[in-house]
């Protein structure tokens, strides 16, 4: 009886099913997209290790593009020096990032909200002047250049048209959405859950906060990585702005966009974030910022909760609306 509501919240619902069954379709449906279909995927991946953050640990953070740069640099450095396999590259980035996130947690998880802002902002532009002093090593300014991978399997190389990285971004986005939902709906989930509500009461019933949220800041540093190597491994190039104080507002735009709390959001944000800057810069190139600050804060007056929390309140009330019947 006592794994029964853990069985619940593991088992996969109709709407997720519907919405992996969309990203398959729209690799056939729009065909001449599929390289903007690929950058919208490796958003969703780099929100989706925002909101293990903000939705579920409940830190707050204005650095989380120091372990998307770190998690890129690391691709680009193996893809520049003979590591060319993409697959182990991803999965060696993705360790590097998550040691970086363990060492960054050690400063993070035992502040308060306002402390955590600050050393999180403090370690992104710590990185970001230490990338940009390292010219020889970075590429500073100008880009890593030279960055070259292997066809995906030895059998698909990456073309112009992003098929390849569509389907590849698309079956990673999965499998650390996976994980990710693994780990979130376990007992350790639960525990991280119990902390971000009641920090106290969770102390009080024998949960170490402290090691709880280092485990989610380093979980999470490590799904940044692996969107961050997937940027490099797609585009094969890379510059200091991986690492940019704007990458990590982006991202957060995103989180809210979309709705933190329920994994998907990211990815819905980062859908609507992606395509309504790439239509509105077609449209507007200078003031395209402006349109999308104006959707969030539509977003935030109307949409509470993101695009994903109104869409669960107006299930709820469909609900209620069905038993009242």
Not at 114 to 136: D, F, P, W
Request: with cysteine.
């Amino acid at each position: 009886m006592n794994g029964s509501p853990l069985l619940d919240r593991a088992r996969w619902r109709a709407p997720e099913l519907v919405f992996w069954a969309l990203i398959i379709a729209a690799f056939f449906a729009f065909p001449d997209h599929r390289s903007l279909g690929a950058q919208v995927l490796v958003t969703g991946i780099f929100a989706l290790s925002l909101d293990m953050l903000l939705g579920y640990a409940g830190i707050v953070t204005l650095g989380h593009a120091a372990f998307f740069g770190v998690g890129a640099f690391t691709a680009g450095w193996l893809g520049k020096y003979g590591w060319h396999e993409p697959v182990s590259a991803l999965a060696v980035a993705a360790a590097v990032a998550a040691c970086a996130g363990a060492l960054g947690s050690r400063l993070v998880v035992r502040g308060t909200d306002l402390s955590r802002l600050m050393v999180t902002l403090a370690i992104g532009l710590v990185l970001y002047e230490a990338a940009n002093k390292a010219t020889a090593v970075t590429g500073g300014i100008d880009g890593l250049q030279g960055i070259e991978f292997t066809p995906l399997l030895g059998l698909f190389p990456f073309d112009l048209m992003g098929s390849t990285a569509y389907v590849y971004a698309a079956v990673v986005a999965f499998v650390t959405l996976f994980l990710v939902r693994r780990l979130v709906n376990s007992p350790y989930g639960l525990s991280l859950h119990a902390t971000r509500m009641n920090r106290r009461r969770a102390l009080a019933v024998g949960i170490d906060d402290g090691r709880t949220l280092a485990i989610s800041y380093t979980a999470s540093a490590a799904v940044a990585g692996i969107a961050g190597a997937l940027t490099t491994q797609i585009t094969q190039f890379i510059t200091i702005d991986a690492l940019g104080f704007g990458r990590s507002a982006d991202i957060l735009i995103i989180a809210a966009l979309g709705g933190v709390g329920y994994l998907y959001g990211g990815f819905i944000g980062a859908l609507v974030f992606v395509v309504g800057r790439d239509l509105l810069s077609g449209i507007s190139p200078a003031y395209w910022h402006f349109w999308l600050g104006l959707l969030l804060v539509l977003t935030i007056f109307f949409a509470r909760g993101g695009i994903m929390g109104t869409a669960a309140r107006l299930a709820r009330r469909l609900a209620q609306r069905g038993e009242q019947r």
